[in-house]
């Protein structure tokens, strides 16, 4: 079977990369913007440099292509032309499957999170073209946050970075929204999904449109329990008011400082209190609550365990 992974360079989608290489069942062709002559060599990946604006570039690319994973940035394209032309290429192909750039949240509308606007442009794409007949069959690989991101600073995959957030195992502290310590996150581990997603490809059957991965499903209140054990101390919980966040307010004493490859510095430091605001606000609403699909369908797979994971992280950490 022939996997054609678009953005192959991104963080996520190496890691994708890897499980399925591990497999030694699958003909990889990794798509990017450029090639250059550090492309390592190995065996059953071809890399090609396409120009996503260059439909036909594109429908070339993809002949003999039975599944396309998507790991295009959304950020820098605001009319989302790329993965659009990528869709539409792949259709023309006769490519048979496409999983999107997602991997966060469930589906919902993402008002709390406005950077994620082009996922919602992208699903309603694809629901659109597969509204009277089945153009492409596609599904929506949603894991919630990634486990990895609470090991910040330290990095614990092969190639995704840590994010800080509103968890700060780091510094023993976290932010709380006042009355919601019940709010519901789910943490996957990047390797977790990364398999997943490796088993999936050959999936018999139709795709569900939703594909949730859950390794683990805790409250605020449940990882902060877990942080205090694994660190041995009381975490400094903030707690900030419903009102506040609707306005944009984050009244903490801190707040996040990481940024990400995906966006300038100037642009982090703009967005940086938006995110903090944007996960408390949505996890709210179940936003962070994904789907079983995955658990369900692979009831074999032994997920990691975040207590596990954390403990390792953190064991011996000042």
């Known amino acids: 079977m022939k996997i054609a992974i678009a953005g192959g360079t991104g963080q996520v989608a190496q890691e994708v990369i890897n499980a399925l290489v591990a497999t030694q069942r699958y003909e990889l062709l990794i798509l990017s913007r450029s090639t250059n002559k550090q492309t390592p060599v190995v065996s059953g990946i071809v890399y090609r440099a396409v120009a996503y604006h260059d439909k036909q570039d594109l429908i070339e690319a993809l002949r003999g292509v ?9 950020l820098s394209d605001d009319k989302q032309m790329a993965q659009k032309n990528l869709i539409d290429a792949a ?17 919902q509308l993402d008002f709390h999170m406005s950077w994620w606007n082009g996922k919602i442009e992208i699903r309603q794409y694809l629901a659109e073209i597969n509204r009277k007949e089945t153009m492409l069959e596609y599904t929506l690989f949603q894991p919630g946050l990634f486990l990895e991101y609470l090991a910040f ?5 092969k190639y995704l970075q840590p994010l ?28 977790d999904l990364a398999e997943i997603i490796a088993k999936t490809v050959e999936l018999k059957g139709q795709w569900p449109v939703t594909f949730g991965v859950k390794a683990n499903r805790l409250t605020f209140h449940d990882i902060v329990a877990i942080g205090e054990r694994v660190r041995g101390r009381l975490f400094d919980v903030e ?20 940024t990400h490859a995906a966006v300038s510095t100037e642009e982090a430091e703009k967005m940086l209190q938006q995110v903090a605001i944007g996960i408390l606000l949505s996890c709210l609403g179940n936003a962070w609550d994904v789907g079983e699909e995955a658990n369900k369908l692979f009831p074999e797979h032994a997920f990691v365990k975040a207590e596990d994971y954390l403990s390792a992280v953190w064991m011996n950490k000042p």
């Open 239 to 258: 707690h900030v008011e419903v009102e506040d966040l609707e306005a944009g307010n984050l009244k903490t004493s801190w707040s996040l400082e990481a």
């Open 66 to 74: 039975h599944t396309v994973l998507s790991f295009i940035q959304i």
């Open 153 to 157: 600073p330290h990095k614990t995959a």
């Open 164 to 191: 800080q957030t509103v968890f700060d195992f780091d510094k023993c502290r976290a932010i709380v929204v006042q009355g919601h310590q019940d709010a519901v996150m789910s943490l996957t581990s990047v390797r």
């Open 91 to 107: 259709v023309q192909a006769g490519v048979k499957r496409f999983a999107p750039s997602e991997y966060g949240r469930r589906v």
